[in-house]
């Protein structure tokens, strides 16, 4: 492992502080995605600003309803939550299909919105990848790109979102909240703030340097039945070759978001619109500008398949 520094922060502000300071300085809160690219030499910090001890651990309800989430709070807090578990189910659902029951219990709410893809190109370092080197290439694109997206990809990257909980977030339109090195202030619509590829695929996230994660709410309950079906290559511990978050109202419309196809949580509003007609309809919009290669292109008949599973449930 390549040396760096280490400091404990004791507030938001001196955190940013901190790692707006040191060129090459990240935050680490759980560490369950960092030290392992930290390990393969994937991220080299020079320095490591420990937020984990900030006061962003509480869950909160917000004043019209919603809910506010620390970003220092543990997958296995959330989802164990009670409103989260009776009001944002597909939450609770998505999350606990994620990782392991001792990655939940240390991965942070804002460290899982930030964890980085897992095309197996960027995690091997022999080989050139435009998210590792700027400009160096995608190996993917002549690779084997069976769990990579087909949809939102460019030229120069085809990877893919790996996560649950994001696509959850995406569906229940969730805003991510952050201060600055100057003490500002913002929230991000969750449809914001993760990038699709074009020509910076090393940009992944709508963040500025040394931007941090304050918070993440959740608008007032919609109601409805809730569902996060995953599908993946072993019944656990795997990442999701694809997936589907759905909030069903018994009016036969609702709310939909794909994960693993896309390097973003794939949510496509016009989709939505034609829930009632069934899942040909909506798959047939939402993968409207679709480019698969040959090795991934079921997976746009494997959405269809598991949207009508989900639907299936929610009208059982």
């Known amino acids: 492992m390549i040396p760096f ?3 404990k922060a004791d507030s938001p502000a001196a955190a940013v502080a901190a ?7 990240k935050f680490i809160a759980g560490g369950t995605n960092l030290l392992d690219l930290m390990k393969f030499q994937i991220e080299t910090p020079t320095h490591l600003v420990d937020i984990r001890d900030l006061p962003l651990t509480t869950i909160n309800d917000t004043g019209d309803g919603g809910l506010r989430i620390g970003a220092l709070v543990t997958n296995t807090e959330l989802a164990s939550h009670p409103r989260v578990k009776r009001d944002y189910g597909v939450l609770s659902r998505a999350i606990v299909a994620g990782a392991t029951g001792q990655i939940r219990n240390k991965a942070s709410v804002g460290g899982n919105l930030l964890q980085r893809n897992r095309c197996p190109y960027f995690y091997n370092t022999d080989l ?5 080197v700027p400009g160096s290439g995608c190996s993917a694109l002549g690779g084997i790109s069976r769990s990579l997206a087909v949809i939102g990809t460019s030229e120069s990257c085809i990877a893919q979102n790996p996560g649950d909980m994001a696509v959850a977030l995406t569906v229940l339109d969730a805003m991510v909240e952050t201060i600055d090195a100057a003490g500002r202030t ?7 703030f993760f990038r699709l590829p074009g020509d ?3 940009t992944e996230f709508a963040l500025q340097p040394g931007e941090l994660i304050t918070s993440v709410t959740l608008p007032p309950p919609l109601g409805g039945t809730h569902h996060y079906h995953k599908v993946r290559d072993r019944a656990s511990y795997a990442f999701a070759i694809v997936s589907v978050a759905a909030v069903l109202n018994k009016d036969g419309t609702g709310r939909v978001a794909f994960g693993s ?10 989709a939505e619109a034609v829930l ?3 899942p040909a309809a909506v798959v047939s919009t939402a993968f409207k500008e679709a480019k698969p290669r ?11 398949r598991t949207l009508a599973l989900v639907i299936a449930k929610g009208s059982a």
């Open 128 to 132: 050139p990848c435009n998210k590792r």
């Open 294 to 304: 040959e090795d991934n292109a079921f997976k746009i008949l494997l959405a269809e």
């Open 186 to 192: 913002r929230t991000i619509a969750i449809a914001d």
């Open 5 to 7: 520094t280490y400091e």
């Open 200 to 202: 910076t695929p090393e």
């Open 276 to 278: 009632p007609a069934g």
């Open 19 to 25: 790692v707006t300071a040191t060129p090459g300085a």
């Open 261 to 270: 196809v896309a390097p973003k949580p794939w949510r496509i509003k016009a």
